[in-house]
C-alpha cells in the first residue's frame, strides 16, 4: 500500500512509485525518459476520488450547494471551482428573473388593482341592487290588499283601493271604478314610491307611508288622505 505501478509512457515499463519518489521526477531505469511519479494512491485518492462522486450531485442539486459551500473545508476545497460555477449560473439567471419581476411589477399592480376595483364595485352595485329589490318587494307586500278611506276625511260615501298580487288595482271613488297598475319604483326610509299607470291617463306617482296601521297616501288626482284596511 506504501507503492503504485507507474506505467512509462514511452517504453511501456512497469515502475515501482515508492514513498520516496512520489511526486519527484525521475529518469526511467530503461529507456531513462524523465517522467513524473505521481503522489502515492492513498493520500492522492482522497482529494481526487471524491471529484468524481460529488460532481453530479453539486450540478444536479443548486439548492444544497450554498450548505455545501459553507461547511465545506480541505478536501471540499477540492469541488470548488465546479460548485462556484454552478452557483455562478445560478447566479445570472436569478438576476435576470428579478430584471424581468422588477419591470412587470408596476404592471401587475395595476392590474391587479383594476380587477380588485372592478370586483369590489360589482359586488357593492349588486349588494345594494338586491337591498333595493328586498325593500321594493317588501314594501310591495305591504300594499296588496284592500284599503278603505277613513271616515271623515272626504264627504265621498266610497272611496277604496285594492292593490293585487298580479301588479293590477283598483279604485272606487264615489260610484265610479278606475283600474290601473301599479309598481313600487323606489323606497326611501318609511315611505315607498308607486308608479300608477292609468289606462286612458298619464301614469302617475303615489307616495305611501305607513302609520300606525294607517296607509297615508299623496296622489297627485286626489290629494293626501289615509285608509285603513278593509275586508273584501
Ligand atoms: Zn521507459
Same mark, same amino acid.
Given at each position: 500500500m506504501s507503492s503504485d505501478i507507474v506505467v512509462c509512457p514511452n517504453c511501456r515499463t512497469n515502475?515501482?512509485?515508492?514513498?520516496?519518489?512520489?511526486?519527484?521526477?525521475?529518469?526511467c531505469p530503461k529507456c531513462q525518459s524523465q517522467l513524473q511519479m505521481?503522489?502515492?494512491?492513498?493520500?492522492?485518492?482522497?482529494?481526487?476520488?471524491?471529484?468524481?462522486?460529488?460532481l453530479p450531485p453539486a450540478i444536479d442539486l443548486p439548492p444544497t450547494i450554498p450548505v455545501n459551500v459553507t461547511g465545506g473545508s480541505g478536501i471540499h476545497?477540492?469541488?470548488?471551482?465546479?460548485?462556484?460555477?454552478?452557483?455562478?449560473?445560478?447566479?445570472?439567471?436569478?438576476?435576470?428573473?428579478?430584471?424581468?419581476?422588477k419591470k412587470s411589477n408596476p404592471l401587475i399592480i395595476v392590474?391587479? %388593482?383594476?380587477? =380588485?376595483?372592478? @370586483?369590489?364595485?360589482? /359586488?357593492?352595485?349588486?349588494?345594494?341592487?338586491?337591498? $333595493?329589490?328586498?325593500?321594493?318587494?317588501?314594501f310591495g307586500n305591504k300594499m296588496v290588499g284592500n284599503w278603505e278611506l277613513i271616515p271623515g276625511?272626504?264627504?265621498?260615501?266610497?272611496w277604496d283601493f285594492a292593490f293585487h298580487d298580479d301588479r293590477k288595482m283598483q279604485m272606487a271613488l264615489g260610484n265610479q271604478l278606475s283600474e290601473g297598475r301599479w309598481k313600487v319604483t323606489s323606497v326611501q326610509g318609511e315611505t315607498g314610491y308607486?308608479?300608477?299607470?292609468?289606462?286612458?291617463? %298619464?301614469?302617475? =306617482?303615489?307616495? @305611501?307611508?305607513?302609520? /300606525?296601521?294607517?296607509?297615508?297616501?299623496?296622489?297627485? $288626482?286626489?290629494?293626501?288622505?289615509?285608509?285603513r284596511a278593509a275586508v273584501p
Amino acid at each position: 500500500m506504501s507503492s503504485d505501478i507507474v506505467v512509462c509512457p514511452n517504453c511501456r515499463t512497469n515502475l515501482q512509485n515508492s514513498a520516496n519518489i512520489a511526486g519527484q521526477i525521475v529518469a526511467c531505469p530503461k529507456c531513462q525518459s524523465q517522467l513524473q511519479m505521481p503522489a502515492l494512491s492513498i493520500p492522492v485518492a482522497s482529494p481526487q476520488l471524491p471529484t468524481p462522486v460529488e460532481l453530479p450531485p453539486a450540478i444536479d442539486l443548486p439548492p444544497t450547494i450554498p450548505v455545501n459551500v459553507t461547511g465545506g473545508s480541505g478536501i471540499h476545497g477540492t469541488n470548488m471551482p465546479v460548485v462556484q460555477s454552478g452557483r455562478a449560473k445560478k447566479t445570472t439567471s436569478t438576476s435576470v428573473n428579478d430584471r424581468l419581476r422588477k419591470k412587470s411589477n408596476p404592471l401587475i399592480i395595476v392590474f391587479a %388593482a383594476m380587477i =380588485t376595483l372592478i @370586483v369590489i364595485g360589482v /359586488g357593492v352595485i349588486a349588494v345594494l341592487w338586491e337591498q $333595493s329589490e328586498k325593500g321594493k318587494q317588501q314594501f310591495g307586500n305591504k300594499m296588496v290588499g284592500n284599503w278603505e278611506l277613513i271616515p271623515g276625511q272626504s264627504q265621498l260615501e266610497r272611496w277604496d283601493f285594492a292593490f293585487h298580487d298580479d301588479r293590477k288595482m283598483q279604485m272606487a271613488l264615489g260610484n265610479q271604478l278606475s283600474e290601473g297598475r301599479w309598481k313600487v319604483t323606489s323606497v326611501q326610509g318609511e315611505t315607498g314610491y308607486l308608479l300608477i299607470e292609468w289606462p286612458d291617463e %298619464a301614469p302617475e =306617482t303615489m307616495r @305611501v307611508r305607513f302609520e /300606525g296601521g294607517t296607509m297615508q297616501i299623496q296622489l297627485e $288626482s286626489v290629494g293626501s288622505f289615509a285608509f285603513r284596511a278593509a275586508v273584501p
